[in-house]
């Protein structure tokens, strides 16, 4: 069976600081990563998309960025905080485009 | 404007009762389409997808797709206290597309 990890599962950081948020899939070759943004209640913005090692497409513009360094292993990072980037951050994988996407437990993130 | 649209934006429904979701796309790129469904302080989950004209059914839950009227909905009978959580209506392309986007939710409450 596949699982999904993420860390940390909740960070309070001070705005202008760097953030580095991770994620890795166990039990899937391959899989397609994935990396959304959502506002406490509020609807999911996909990030990012990697379909492969070390590739890594960019949807909408956060001042984030994101890398691919192993095939099981998603990281999410900024050099700079801001306010807005407060909210929960969900890392999820399938196994082709277009197919069911499994969600890991989430991340809470506070910028103060 | 949001690609797709989610009605209504939150739902009571009683226990045993029935629980109608709705959600249209505007935009014809979309061919397959999702529901899920997250409770709070967790990541989304899968309930069922449906790509073809007609009605799929899920054990409780049934899902209608109008493809000419991109208009999808679903439909909860016997709605349990554990159904109370916020769903998602989601869309993406075809096999080769990794973009997904994501409705702003509906609400459900089940009352006991």
């Known amino acids: 069976a596949q699982t999904i990890h993420q860390w940390p599962v909740a960070e309070i950081k001070a705005v202008g600081s760097p953030l580095s948020l991770g994620c890795t899939i166990k039990?899937?070759?391959?899989?397609?990563l994935y990396w959304y943004w959502q506002a406490t209640g509020g609807t999911l913005q996909q990030l990012f998309y990697?379909?492969?090692?070390?590739?890594v497409e960019s949807v909408v513009q956060l001042n984030l960025s994101a890398s691919r360094p192993k095939d099981d292993q998603f990281i999410l990072s900024t050099e700079k905080l801001l306010l807005s980037h407060s909210g929960f951050y969900l890392c999820?994988?399938?196994?082709?485009?277009?197919?069911?996407?499994?969600f890991g437990p989430g991340t809470r993130l506070t910028v103060l | 404007q949001q690609k797709v649209q989610q009605s209504p934006e939150s739902l009571s429904v009683p226990e045993g009762g029935m629980a109608s979701l709705n959600c249209t796309s505007s935009?014809?790129?979309?061919?397959y389409f999702w529901w899920y469904r997250q409770h709070s302080g967790e990541g989304p989950k899968a309930l069922m997808?449906?790509?073809?004209?007609g009605d799929k059914k899920e054990g409780r839950f049934t899902a209608h797709l109008n493809k000419a009227s991109l208009h999808v909905s679903l439909h909860i009978r016997d709605s349990q206290p554990s159904d109370s959580a916020l769903y998602f209506c989601?869309?993406?392309?075809?096999?080769?597309?990794?973009?997904?986007?994501f409705g702003a939710g509906t609400r459900l409450k089940v009352i006991a």
């Open positions: 999820a994988w399938s196994g082709q485009g277009g197919a069911e996407q499994f």
């Open positions: 039990g899937k070759s391959s899989p397609n």
């Open positions: 990697s379909i492969t090692v070390g590739q």
């Open positions: 935009d014809r790129n979309f061919q």
């Open positions: 997808s449906i790509f073809s004209d």
């Open positions: 989601a869309a993406s392309g075809n096999t080769g597309n990794y973009k997904y986007v």
